[in-house]
T-cell receptor
Framework: EPEVTQTPSHQVTQMGQEVILRCVPISNHLYFYWYRQILGQKVEFLVSFYNNEISEKSEIFDDQFSVERPDGSNFTLKIRSTKLEDSAMYFC??????????????FGPGTRLLVL | AQTVTQSQPEMSVQEAETVTLSCTYDTSENNYYLFWYKQPPSRQMILVIRQEAYKQQNATENRFSVNFQKAAKSFSLKISDSQLGDTAMYFCAFMKRRSGGGADGLTFGKGTHLIIQP
């Protein structure tokens, strides 16, 4: 069964460093998403992406964040200058449609980011 | 903006029992989807069940079923014949249905930690 994959599974970085989190969505999916979950808290939506551009973004997704689909398979989240409060689990998800059809988002296993 | 409320931070039942997790939501939208996701200790988010708001019939998936009350904005999850492997965090989530292109994110509740005791 096809699945969303994410790399790395864990990343430790120093405050102020740039990190890139990578995702490979399910191959026939057209819509891509990033979410984060701070330990012990609920999952929060960051951004959705369709047709090579951002579709929606939350208040969390400020100028420090960017997303890109550099090729036909990868979908990345970049944090330019990490802060301590960026420490969280980051989930990538993908879906075949964006909410006007049968809609289910399938999640990857997550990347656990720790900022020191 | 939508909000999703799960009022039970933790629940514990014996194996083979039936358990119901509650979820309420607030929205001005008329067309939307509701989901239950399971997050085991591995922290992977796994879809349990989905409900389209325009469908009156409650969704079922094997041992999992929902009680969807649109007027009351309630969406509870019932797990029958609970198993040890059902131990996990369960998140209720909302997504509005679009009329065209683009994509919205899911709005999640804070979750219910379900423990199945042997």
């Amino acid at each position: 069964e096809p699945e969303v994959t994410q790399t790395p599974s864990h990343q430790v970085t120093q405050m102020g460093q740039e990190v890139i989190l990578r995702c490979v969505p399910i191959s026939n999916h057209l819509y891509f998403y990033w979410y984060r979950q701070i330990l012990g808290q609920k999952v929060e939506f960051l951004v959705s992406f369709y047709n090579n551009e951002i579709s929606e973004k939350s208040e969390i997704f400020d100028d420090q964040f960017s997303v890109e689909r550099p090729d036909g398979s990868n979908f990345t989240l970049k944090i330019r200058s990490t802060k301590l409060e960026d420490s969280a689990m980051y989930f990538c998800a993908s879906s075949t449609s964006g909410g006007w059809g049968v809609e289910t988002q399938y999640f990857g296993p997550g990347t656990r980011l720790l900022v020191l | 903006a939508q909000t999703v409320t799960q009022s039970q931070p933790e629940m514990s039942v014996q194996e083979a029992e039936t358990v119901t997790l509650s979820c309420t939501y607030d929205t001005s939208e008329n067309n939307y989807y509701l989901f239950w996701y399971k997050q085991p200790p591995s922290r992977q988010m796994i879809l349990v069940i989905r409900q389209e708001a325009y469908k009156q019939q409650n969704a079922t998936e094997n041992r999992f079923s929902v009680n969807f009350q649109k007027a009351a904005k309630s969406f509870s999850l019932k797990i029958s014949d609970s198993q040890l492997g059902d131990t996990a965090m369960y998140f209720c989530a909302f997504m509005k249905r679009r009329s065209g292109g683009g994509a919205d994110g899911l709005t999640f509740g804070k979750g219910t930690h379900l423990i199945i005791q042997p």
